[in-house]
């Protein structure tokens, strides 16, 4: 079992910059992922991008440029900086975690309870 917990979001303004948390705990992988998603009021819930351990980061191509993953591996905490903000990045933000390499949304067994983000214009 892995347990995930989101913080961080808040209302912004358009232009605005916000970090959102995902501290995780239970059980450790070798080799895992750490996705980012957002759900929109009346839109499918949708990739954002995640990182892979070990390994490198991958992005939607909205968000590419504007949004930065990281993480902190003494904290057992992964970073979603984003940057230029939109109102169209407006949605709740969730983290999953999977083990072994980055798949489709359906593939993350854990997932957080979601951050709102409203970015106003």
């Known amino acids: 079992q892995v347990q995930l917990v989101e913080s961080g979001g808040g209302l912004v303004q358009a232009g605005d910059s916000l970090r959102l948390s995902c501290a995780a705990s239970?059980?450790?992988?070798?080799?895992?992922?750490m996705g980012w998603f957002r759900q929109a009021p009346g839109k499918e819930r949708e990739f954002v991008g995640a990182?892979?351990?070990?390994?490198?980061?991958y992005y939607a191509d909205s968000v590419k440029g504007r949004f930065a993953i990281s993480r902190d591996n003494a904290k057992n905490t992964v970073y979603l900086q984003m940057t230029s903000l939109k109102p169209e990045d407006t949605a709740v933000y969730y983290c999953?975690?999977?083990?072994?390499?980055?798949?489709?949304?359906?593939?993350?067994?854990?997932w957080g309870q979601g951050t709102q983000v409203t970015v106003s214009s």
């Open positions: 239970g059980r450790t992988f070798s080799s895992y992922a």
């Open positions: 990182i892979r351990w070990p390994g490198g980061t």
């Open positions: 999953a975690f999977k083990a072994g390499n980055i798949g489709g949304i359906y593939e993350y067994d854990f």
